[in-house]
């Protein structure tokens, strides 16, 4: 099965290759990450040949720091008629969760590798895994060959740079469940390409890894933001109503969004568009 052809402006700006969004990411955030010496003064800022100033948002927070159009996963995907549902709406990226200790999202691994194969390479296809091991992690990527992978255990962070070696072109997300300022330790230690942050309990006794619904405190999540020199996606209990909020939050370089989409299980089309008109901004 294949997909429609996705709008040429989302293609274009979005690289799932990666090369683009590295670009995209070190240059703006980089700079944030030296404000103390680059936004002192602009004769300072010459002086130190700092990049220039990111672009202020007028509009509503649908563009972030430096210019860049927020980006967008639709998680959870369920069918390949979701996927082509997300994909014709204009997502960036597509979701795909494999086996969980708990959450909403799970579906079966061959069922995940017929969607990924079936979704244009401008959509970025994300595996969703609760492995925490590079050999378990790599089975999987093989069997089902996503684009990226998302590591929602904790534990997993110490798989990343076996990941990378093994499998050079996959893009790895490490995910933070933001509990409070001690996950911006977590952040300056990542090893991963991109983070995104998500609001699960790792540790309670049926571990939570995502898919929560619940929001966690974003003002950590704006400071991880500021921080970060690498691309970082927020997660967890996004909705169509709240998005907005969070976009002016948290500046994030794309949102990610499960539970807020799925009143009843399924995708819900209307949610979806309301949900990539809010970040989109077209009002
Ligand atoms: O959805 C799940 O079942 C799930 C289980 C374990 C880890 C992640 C899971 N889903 C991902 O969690 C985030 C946030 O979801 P929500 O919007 O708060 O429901 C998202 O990446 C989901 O795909």
New binding site residues.
């Given amino acids: 099965m294949s997909f429609p052809s996705v709008p040429v402006g989302l293609a274009a700006r979005f690289n799932p290759a990666g090369a683009g969004d590295r670009a995209v990411a070190r240059g703006p955030l980089g700079h944030q990450r030296g404000r103390s010496t680059c936004a002192l003064s602009r004769r300072r800022a010459r002086r130190h040949d700092c990049p220039p100033a990111p672009v202020r948002a007028k509009e509503n927070g649908t563009r972030a720091l430096g210019g860049h159009v927020t980006r967008v996963?639709i998680?959870?995907i369920g069918s390949l008629g979701e996927a082509q549902a997300a994909a014709r709406a204009g997502a960036d990226a597509i979701?795909l969760?494999a086996a969980?200790?708990?959450?909403?999202?799970?579906i079966p691994e061959p069922l995940i590798a017929d969607i990924i194969a079936a979704t244009p390479p401008t959509v970025m296809t994300?595996l969703?895994s609760?492995e925490t091991n590079s050999a378990s992690l790599l089975d999987q990527v093989k069997r089902m060959q996503p684009k990226a992978i998302?590591l929602?255990d904790p534990a997993a962070a110490a798989a990343v740079p076996d990941l990378r070696a093994a499998a050079p072109t996959l893009r790895i997300i490490e995910?933070l469940h933001v509990t409070g300022p001690e996950s911006l330790v977590d952040a300056e230690r990542s090893q991963a390409d991109m983070l995104?942050l998500?609001?699960?309990a790792p540790d309670a006794a049926v571990p939570?890894?995502?898919?929560?619904?619940?929001?966690h405190d974003w003002s950590v999540s704006a400071e991880i933001v500021r921080r970060a020199d690498r691309p970082v996606?927020l997660?967890?209990?996004?909705t169509p109503d709240n998005v907005t909020d969070a976009l002016r939050t948290v500046r994030p370089y794309g949102v990610?969004?499960?539970?807020?989409?799925?009143p009843a299980g399924a995708l819900d089309g209307q949610k979806l568009a309301s949900f990539m008109q809010a970040v989109r901004g077209r009002r």
């Fill in positions: 996963k998680c959870c979701g969760v969980m200790p708990s959450g909403p999202g799970p994300v969703l609760a998302q929602v995910v995104l998500d609001s699960g939570e890894l995502g898919g929560t619904g619940r929001v996606w997660a967890g209990g996004l990610d969004i499960c539970s807020g989409l799925r």
